[in-house]
């Protein structure tokens, strides 16, 4: 099964001349505002995230890495992962694709980030106190926000000269891993994958706890278990949490009515989707798209 039958999350800069996106989150809230991040779900872009405060979990269907304030995860591109803060986590996210660090096409350096583009053997890559390049990439990550809370003149090259150091000393601090024996699949992740899949085709329609439980020909019991243990949450948070993302992707990406998206994403009732994404955002359904259509427009694909 592919990345693409999950969700994908747009870079809100994608489409303008600078691809950077800088995500503050704080108290479960995100800035500029988001809704997957805290769903599994999958993205073109390369991720670094910085734990200023608190702690979180960085989830893939594998494998789950425990992080506290100054650690950093990097995240590669089009892994499937979910991050889960606790109630007081602050921390910066840092996205950006690789053309970004590749300089031009053909490049020594576009080998390099094809190198770690391309190890399925590092799909994540946590930098605790403990980690080699920990402070070395620390001490980037921080330069980066000092950029975001006091920009200068030329900030978009100091942002990619920090972005080459940043991956440079990725370079250095991860060449030991090395293709190995295929990371061997477990039940659970194999369980969920298949309840995953059965929600990305059946999202708009009803979906029973049953109906879900027999996508993996498991009981009930076994697919609440599986929801808790690998995702911490229960089927029906996270199918809506994923019909939410969804209406957000056609808020952004089609013209599609307010009320026809409600429809397409398996709400009953506009007043009721209205509320669920207000309670979400912050914003009304209307407001979000007005807000951040913009960023979209030329990728108007999902009609």
Known sequence: MQNNDYLNFTNLNAHTDFPYLVLDEKMTVAVPEQICFHIMHWHDDFQFTYIEKGEI??????????????????????????????????????????????????????????????????????FTAQTAGHQAITALL?????????????????????????????LQHTQSV???????????AQRMRQFLHYIERHYAEEISLDSLAQSAHVSKSECLRCFQNTM???PYQYLMEFRLAK?????????????????????????????????????????????????????????
């Open 178 to 188: 090395q293709p190995t024996a295929e990371i061997p699949k477990n039940k659970p």
């Open 232 to 234: 911490n949450t229960t």
């Open 57 to 126: 979990e960085c989830v893939t269907l594998e494998q789950r890495y425990h992080l506290k304030a100054g650690d950093t995860v990097f995240i590669n591109e089009n892994i499937l992962h979910q991050i889960v803060p606790t109630e007081n986590a602050c921390y910066k996210t840092f996205r950006f694709p690789r053309q970004l660090v590749s300089f031009y096409l053909g490049s020594p350096a576009s080998r390099e980030v094809n190198r770690i583009a391309g190890n399925e053997h590092l799909p994540l890559y946590a």
């Open 247 to 303: 209406a957000q992707q056609l808020l952004l990406e089609s013209s599609l009515s307010v009320g026809d998206i409600a429809e397409q994403t398996g709400f009953n009732q506009q007043s009721y989707f209205g509320k669920c994404f207000r309670q979400k955002t912050g914003l009304s359904p209307s407001e979000y798209r007005q807000k951040y259509r913009k960023y979209c427009l030329p990728a108007m694909t999902l009609v």
């Open 142 to 170: 921080q330069e980066l926000i000092a950029l975001e809370n006091q920009p200068i003149p030329f900030y978009e090259y100091a942002v990619l000269s920090t972005l080459s150091r940043l991956w440079l000393a990725l």
